[in-house]
C-alpha cells in the first residue's frame, strides 16, 4: 500500500499539488501558477507549516513540479493521483497507460480546457517519476451509474450513439467523497436516498441513492444547471441562434458568454464572489441581491427536480465553498423547499464552526448535513485503492507463473 501519495490538478497554467501522507494528520500543499510566464510561482506550505513563496520565471510544468516537491518536503510519493476533469464512459479510477492516456485525449472534445492540461501534467509527472505507478481519477466516473433515462439527451440517437453526445456530470470524486461521508455521519452507511448540493464557483447537484449517483444537474459539459461563479447554468437552447441572428454573435462569443460572463459576476454585474455579493447585498445593491436570489431559487429547483430519482428522501448535504460557509444561502435555498418536510435548526445553522461537518436540521424531517468535501484525500484513497489491486493482481500472476 503506497505510503505517500501525490495528488495532482493540472491546469493550463497552474498545478495545485498536495502531498498527503498516510497515518499523518498534515498534508503538503502547493500552488504553481502564471506557468510559462515570467510571473511564474510557486506558494504553499513546508511540513512546519513555514509559507513558500518562489519565483521561478518562465518555468513550465516539469520544473515546476520539480522545484515545488523539493522545496516543499523532504517526502517522496509513493505514488501519483492524477484529477482528470473527463474520462468519457469509463467508471472507476485507471492506472495511467498508454491506452488510459488516449481515453483521455479522445475525450478532449468534451473538456477542450481541461484535458489537454491535464496530459501536460501526466507527462511531467511521468518524465519526473518514471518508476512511480500514476492513477487517473475522474469527475465524471461516479456519475457512470445513471441510468438512460437521466443521461441521454432528447435529440436524434445518432448523436449519441455515434457522437457520444449525452449528460456526463461532473464534480464526481466530491460528490462522492461527501454522499459516503454525510451518510456515514448519518449512520446510514450509504444507504437510502441523499441529495448533495457542491456549491463553490462551480456548483452542481447530485442524486444519490444506495451510494451510487442516480442523477446530476451538469451534463455534457459543466455548463450544464446551477446558476455558477461565471458559468450561466441552464439557458433556453433558443439563446444561441437568438444572439446568432440578431446581434450576429458567433459560437465563440456566445461561448465565452455562457461560461465566463454569466452566472453570479453576469447577473450581478460586480463580482463572481459570493462573499462579495453578500455584501453588497447587504449594503443595498439590488443586482447583488437578485444574483442571490436567483442561486437560491434555482438551487432549490435543481435539488427538488433530482429528487425524482429517489425512491425516498433521507436528507441533503451541502459542500463547497458556498455550501460549507454560508448558513444564509443554506437557509435561503431551503425556504425555496417548503414542500420537502426540511426543518433547519436556525441555532444550528448558524452556529456551525466554519469547516466543520455537523448536522443543522432540529431532528424532524429528512436531515440536513454540512460536510466539508476532501477532493484530495478521496483521490489519495482512490490512487492507493488501485495501487494495491494493480499489485496484488502482479503477485497473483507472479505466484501462477512460478507455480507453473
Ligand atoms: P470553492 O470554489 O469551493 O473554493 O468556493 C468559492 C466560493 O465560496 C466563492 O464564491 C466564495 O465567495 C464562497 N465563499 C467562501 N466563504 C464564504 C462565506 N463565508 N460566505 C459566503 N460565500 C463564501
Same mark, same amino acid.
Given at each position: 500500500?503506497?505510503?505517500?501519495?501525490l495528488?495532482?490538478n493540472?491546469?493550463?497554467?497552474?498545478?495545485?499539488?498536495?502531498?498527503?501522507?498516510?497515518?499523518?494528520d498534515?498534508?503538503?500543499?502547493?500552488?504553481?501558477e502564471n506557468l510559462?510566464t515570467?510571473?511564474a510561482?510557486?506558494?504553499?506550505v513546508t511540513?512546519?507549516?513555514?509559507?513558500v513563496d518562489?519565483?521561478?520565471?518562465n518555468a513550465g510544468?516539469?520544473?515546476?513540479?520539480?522545484?515545488?516537491?523539493?522545496?516543499?518536503a523532504?517526502?517522496?510519493p509513493?505514488?501519483?493521483g492524477?484529477?482528470?476533469?473527463?474520462g468519457?464512459t469509463?467508471t472507476?479510477?485507471?492506472?495511467?497507460?498508454?491506452?488510459?492516456i488516449?481515453?483521455?485525449?479522445?475525450?478532449?472534445p468534451l473538456?477542450?480546457?481541461?484535458?489537454p492540461a491535464h496530459?501536460?501534467?501526466?507527462?511531467?509527472?511521468?518524465?519526473?517519476?518514471?518508476?512511480?505507478?500514476?492513477?487517473?481519477v475522474?469527475?465524471?466516473?461516479?456519475?457512470?451509474?445513471?441510468?438512460?433515462?437521466?443521461?441521454?439527451y432528447?435529440?436524434?440517437k445518432f448523436?449519441?450513439?455515434?457522437h457520444?453526445?449525452r449528460?456526463?456530470?461532473?464534480?464526481?470524486?466530491s460528490?462522492?467523497?461527501v454522499s459516503?461521508?454525510?451518510?456515514e455521519?448519518?449512520g446510514s452507511?450509504?444507504?437510502?436516498?441523499?441529495l448533495?448540493a457542491?456549491?463553490?464557483n462551480?456548483s452542481?447537484t447530485c442524486a444519490?441513492w444506495n451510494?451510487q449517483?442516480v442523477?446530476?444537474?451538469?451534463g455534457?459539459?459543466?455548463?450544464?444547471g446551477l446558476v455558477?461563479?461565471?458559468?450561466?447554468?441552464?439557458?433556453d437552447?433558443?439563446?444561441?441562434?437568438?444572439? /446568432?441572428?440578431?446581434?450576429?454573435?458567433?459560437? +465563440?462569443?456566445?461561448? #465565452?458568454? &455562457?461560461?465566463s460572463q @454569466?452566472?453570479? $459576476?453576469g447577473?450581478?454585474?460586480?463580482?463572481n464572489?459570493?462573499?462579495t455579493?453578500?455584501?453588497?447585498?447587504?449594503k443595498?445593491?439590488?443586482?447583488? /441581491?437578485?444574483a442571490?436570489?436567483?442561486f437560491? +431559487?434555482?438551487?432549490? #429547483?435543481? &435539488?427538488s427536480?433530482l @429528487?425524482c430519482g $429517489?425512491?425516498r428522501?433521507?436528507?441533503?448535504?451541502f459542500?463547497g465553498?458556498i455550501?460549507?460557509?454560508?448558513?444564509y444561502?443554506?437557509?435561503k435555498?431551503?425556504?425555496?423547499?417548503?414542500?420537502?418536510?426540511?426543518?433547519?435548526? #436556525?441555532?444550528g445553522?448558524?452556529?456551525?464552526?466554519?469547516?466543520?461537518?455537523?448536522r443543522?436540521?432540529n431532528?424532524?424531517?429528512?436531515?440536513?448535513?454540512?460536510v466539508?468535501?476532501d477532493?484530495?484525500?478521496r483521490?489519495?484513497k482512490?490512487?492507493?485503492s488501485?495501487?494495491?489491486?494493480?499489485l496484488?493482481a502482479?503477485?497473483?500472476k507472479k505466484?501462477?507463473?512460478?507455480?507453473?
Amino acid at each position: 500500500m503506497p505510503k505517500s501519495v501525490l495528488v495532482i490538478n493540472c491546469g493550463s497554467s497552474s498545478i495545485k499539488f498536495a502531498l498527503l501522507l498516510e497515518d499523518q494528520d498534515f498534508r503538503i500543499h502547493g500552488l504553481a501558477e502564471n506557468l510559462g510566464t515570467p510571473e511564474a510561482r510557486i506558494k504553499g506550505v513546508t511540513v512546519g507549516n513555514e509559507p513558500v513563496d518562489i519565483h521561478i520565471p518562465n518555468a513550465g510544468h516539469s520544473e515546476a513540479l520539480e522545484v515545488g516537491l523539493s522545496r516543499l518536503a523532504n517526502y517522496k510519493p509513493d505514488a501519483i493521483g492524477h484529477r482528470i476533469v473527463h474520462g468519457g464512459t469509463l467508471t472507476k479510477a485507471e492506472l495511467i497507460t498508454e491506452d488510459i492516456i488516449d481515453t483521455i485525449r479522445q475525450a478532449t472534445p468534451l473538456a477542450p480546457l481541461h484535458n489537454p492540461a491535464h496530459l501536460v501534467g501526466i507527462e511531467a509527472t511521468r518524465r519526473l517519476f518514471p518508476d512511480l505507478p500514476q492513477v487517473a481519477v475522474f469527475d465524471t466516473a461516479f456519475h457512470q451509474t445513471m441510468p438512460a433515462h437521466a443521461y441521454r439527451y432528447a435529440v436524434p440517437k445518432f448523436l449519441y450513439t455515434e457522437h457520444n453526445v449525452r449528460r456526463y456530470g461532473f464534480h464526481g470524486t466530491s460528490h462522492a467523497y461527501v454522499s459516503e461521508r454525510g451518510s456515514e455521519l448519518a449512520g446510514s452507511l450509504k444507504q437510502g436516498g441523499w441529495l448533495v448540493a457542491h456549491l463553490g464557483n462551480g456548483s452542481s447537484t447530485c442524486a444519490v441513492w444506495n451510494g451510487q449517483s442516480v442523477d446530476t444537474s451538469m451534463g455534457l459539459t459543466p455548463l450544464e444547471g446551477l446558476v455558477m461563479g461565471t458559468r450561466s447554468g441552464d439557458v433556453d437552447p433558443s439563446m444561441h441562434s437568438f444572439l /446568432a441572428k440578431n446581434l450576429g454573435w458567433d459560437i +465563440y462569443k456566445i461561448d #465565452k458568454m &455562457l461560461n465566463s460572463q @454569466s452566472g453570479l $459576476l453576469g447577473l450581478s454585474d460586480l463580482s463572481n464572489d459570493m462573499r462579495t455579493l453578500i455584501e453588497a447585498s447587504e449594503k443595498g445593491n439590488e443586482d447583488a /441581491a437578485l444574483a442571490i436570489e436567483v442561486f437560491c +431559487y434555482r438551487l432549490a #429547483k435543481s &435539488l427538488s427536480a433530482l @429528487s425524482c430519482g $429517489l425512491p425516498r428522501l433521507d436528507g441533503l448535504f451541502f459542500t463547497g465553498g458556498i455550501g460549507e460557509n454560508s448558513a444564509y444561502i443554506r437557509e435561503k435555498t431551503l425556504g425555496y423547499m417548503p414542500h420537502f418536510g426540511f426543518n433547519l435548526s #436556525k441555532d444550528g445553522n448558524n452556529n456551525l464552526k466554519r469547516g466543520t461537518e455537523g448536522r443543522i436540521d432540529n431532528g424532524t424531517g429528512p436531515q440536513i448535513w454540512v460536510v466539508p468535501t476532501d477532493e484530495e484525500g478521496r483521490i489519495a484513497k482512490e490512487t492507493a485503492s488501485v495501487v494495491q489491486s494493480g499489485l496484488g493482481a502482479l503477485t497473483a500472476k507472479k505466484s501462477e507463473a512460478v507455480s507453473a
